[in-house]
Nanobody, 122 residues
């Protein structure tokens, strides 16, 4: 599997925006479903968004629908997560991962990156 490196996290005020990036090195990620997950302190890792490899179909958790946008640039082996109208409940470590199938399940994904911290202050 490709090695994944997330970046773009930081501290932002409620209502603000951030753009996360996930760059893949090694084996290309262009053939895989790419997903974003997040894990808040004391909580389980949860699905945020996913995008298919060639048709670019997108899937979102209800909690982020209309605020977050997932996209990918296969030529750059990179997937993005544009996060707008951020809320304190969005505070978490954000991870990207790959999957051979379209799924919202944690168990369908692998090749996890190290994560990037997003903190939203009220």
């Amino acid at each position: 599997q490709a090695q994944l490196v997330e970046s773009g996290g930081g501290l932002v005020q409620a209502g603000g925006s951030l753009r996360l990036s996930c760059a893949a090195s090694g084996r290309t990620s262009s053939n895989y479903v790419m997903g974003w997950f997040r894990q808040a302190p004391g909580k389980e890792r949860e699905f945020v968004a996913a995008i298919t490899p060639s048709t670019y179909l997108t899937y979102y958790a209800d909690s982020v629908k209309g605020r977050f946008t997932i996209s990918r640039d296969n030529a750059k082996n990179t997937v993005y997560l544009q996060m707008n109208s951020l809320m304190p409940d969005d505070t978490a470590v954000y991870y990207c991962a790959t999957s051979a199938v379209v799924s919202r399940s944690l168990r369908a994904f692998g090749g996890w990156g190290q994560g990037t911290q997003v903190t939203v202050s009220s």
